[in-house]
């Protein structure tokens, strides 16, 4: 069934698919192509000709797409029928009952009917619960991080984009390969940004001080919008950029320029590490000045001074680098011995130790050439 509301919203329009095509690309990014495909053909002999698919939903190009559409068409439909029904009703019914003529005491209305009230109450309740079941449940595979994802780390500042993917390459437009599920790393250098791509139906607020995470599979090759759709300032309506979607990892290398093959996050993490953290962390598994790290990821929590455990994440991780004194690792304490590196380690620094952390617990994680994990005796 086509969702869609031709009949509706449709525009009577008799140009051929080229010309519409060319009107869209004035009208949107320099660069951007609109495939034939969203330019939806409803019927040649219909009245509605062409129908433009930038009039109503945008292309569905991930898998949370139909879900999302599907969902916003039954309310849309639910609000529609029940708005028809009362309102011809309530119509209806006041022309029925006006007053007629000069009676001053009007019959009294009948008090109850309990079929029609269950009927009433019962019938819309099955309409929300279904709605509230396909609400819920669409929203948690949204927020379900899929298998096996390919990990890029978006970075968002005034007034920017920057994509890095696995092999340490970065650009500025986003660079997916079709059906790969996508697991996007967030962060901001300053203030909140958002990221919205309206093909995918997908839109996740960026936040200085945290990492935030979008899942999604991209699901038709093509050129997509990507904004930021947090107002950040005086170029903010400038922050927007292409996300492409790639037939397959040859492709997209072939049309990016993924230079820097040999380089791996985890490695730079590494150097970092050995120049600012191996002074009093070990990663042989024995305590020194601060605990031993390369352990850290396989513990999933942390007992704190003072009671409480803590989630080991990458956010965790940040916070232990940038404000040690906030969670104190039992032990240690009472007061941290740890210096900050707040504004000492850039984000990407402190993404690259992250990266090496992980690294270190499990070798399988990230991708890139293997570590060495065995014992050291100088922890390095
Ligand atoms: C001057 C010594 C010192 C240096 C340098 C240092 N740390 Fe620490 N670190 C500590 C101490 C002490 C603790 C335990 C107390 C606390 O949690 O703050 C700690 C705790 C941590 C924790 C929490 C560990 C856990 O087991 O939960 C992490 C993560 C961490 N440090 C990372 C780093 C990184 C990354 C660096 C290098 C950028 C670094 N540290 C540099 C002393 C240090
Ligand atoms: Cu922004």
Redesign the pocket.
């Known amino acids: 069934m086509n969702w869609h509301l031709p009949i509706l919203l449709g525009k009577l329009d008799s140009s051929s698919t080229e010309e519409i095509i060319k009107r869209v690309e004035q009208t949107t990014l320099p660069g951007t192509k609109v495939p034939a495909s969203s330019i939806e053909h409803v019927g040649a002999d219909s009245w509605a000709q062409f129908y433009d698919s930038s009039y109503w939903f945008p292309e569905q190009a991930s898998d949370f797409a139909a879900p999302v559409d599907n969902l916003f068409m039954y309310i849309f439909w639910v609000s529609l029928v029940f708005f028809v029904v009362i309102v011809v009703a309530m119509v209806y019914l006041c022309f029925r009952y006006r007053r007629k003529g000069q009676e001053i005491n009007p019959e009294p209305s009948s008090s109850h009917n309990n079929l029609i009230e269950i009927i009433w109450s019962v019938g819309p309740s099955v309409f929300l619960v279904y709605m509230f079941w396909q609400g819920a449940t669409t929203y948690f595979e949204t927020k379900t991080p899929p298998p096996e994802p390919e990990e890029i780390v978006v970075t968002a500042s005034r007034w920017n984009w920057v994509f890095t993917y696995p092999n340490g390459d970065s650009s500025s437009e986003l660079h997916l390969v079709n059906n790969q599920p996508t697991r996007l790393k967030m962060q901001s250098t300053d203030v909140l940004h958002s990221l919205y791509v309206p093909a995918f139906r997908q839109k996740m607020d960026i936040v200085p001080g945290r990492y935030s995470y979008a899942y999604f599979r991209p699901t038709k090759e093509g050129q997509y919008r990507l904004s930021c759709t947090e107002y950040c300032g005086r170029e903010h309506s400038k922050m927007r950029t292409v996300a492409e979607v790639h037939p397959d990892e040859e492709h997209r290398r072939e049309n990016t320029q993924w230079i820097k093959e040999e380089y791996y996050p985890w490695k730079n993490g590494e150097r ?2 050995k120049i ?2 191996s ?3 070990k990663i042989n598994g024995e305590a020194a ?3 031993a ?1 390369n352990l ?1 990821y396989s513990m999933k929590k ?1 007992p704190l001074m003072g009671g409480g455990k803590v989630t ?1 994440d990458a956010d965790y ?1 940040r916070k ?2 940038e404000y ?2 906030a ?3 039992e032990g ?1 304490g009472p007061v ?4 900050s ?1 707040l504004n000492k ?1 850039s984000q990407d620094d402190i993404n690259n ?1 992250n990266a090496y952390l992980q690294k270190l617990n499990d070798p399988s994680s990230v991708a890139g050439g293997t570590i060495e994990t065995g014992l050291r005796a100088d922890g390095e």
């Open positions: 970092i590490y600012n953290c002074g009093c962390h000045t601060g605990p790290l850290l942390r080991v991780v232990s680098i040690p004194a969670d104190v690792v240690f941290s011995k740890m210096n590196f380690l130790v």
